[in-house]
């Protein structure tokens, strides 16, 4: 059986999605963060060195990266019911947002929130932070004017990645800078298996 390692309040929940989504059994192992470094704690970093989460472990291997995750189940179990057809047009854009979400994306949102737990006066880093933001993010609500998904008219593995991101903009305060993130968080949050995976996650939210 499948082994989702999952750390509370981490990208991990896109994974616990995505595996209702598909419908497959899973065990959900759920690690707490440090309540004093928000870290994750020595058990984790039993299960894979960096110490990170997602870990999804199988009989055969442990495979960390939410994206590679992504790929590998949707591949593996889902086919075409979350991704493109593979040599499409739409499946190269498809890897595109896959990616996106955990390069371009989440970077300076992460500089922003490292910026204000930390308290500090910066030279350089907040600045460039908030300036990568508002970049980052306009484009991302500008490629969803009058789309329901990223890709083509369905939900895909791409739309299951960005939902970290859309989800850290709505706990920013900031969804109402962006109309189409806005509207689009609705249509995720119509998806009962997204549901789902936030209820899993309160569920095992002990902090």
Known sequence: MIKLHHLN???SKRII??????GLDYQLVAYQRDSNT???PQALKN??????SPVLETADFTLVESG?????LISTYAGQELAPE???????????WLHFAESSAALPLLLKMFVKMDGCQTNFIKGYADVETAKVIGYFNDCLINKKYLVGDKLSGADIMMSFIVEVVSNNGE???????ARYQQQLQSHSAYNKAQEIELAHDTA
């Open 9 to 11: 309040k981490s990208r």
């Open 17 to 22: 999605w995505l595996l209702e989504e598909v």
């Open 38 to 40: 928000f870290l994750a």
């Open 47 to 52: 299960i894979h060195p960096l110490g990170k």
């Open 68 to 72: 590679a995750i992504t790929e590998y």
């Open 86 to 96: 593979k040599n499409s047009v739409e499946y190269i854009e498809y890897l595109q």
């Open 175 to 181: 969804l109402d800078k962006y109309p189409e993130i």
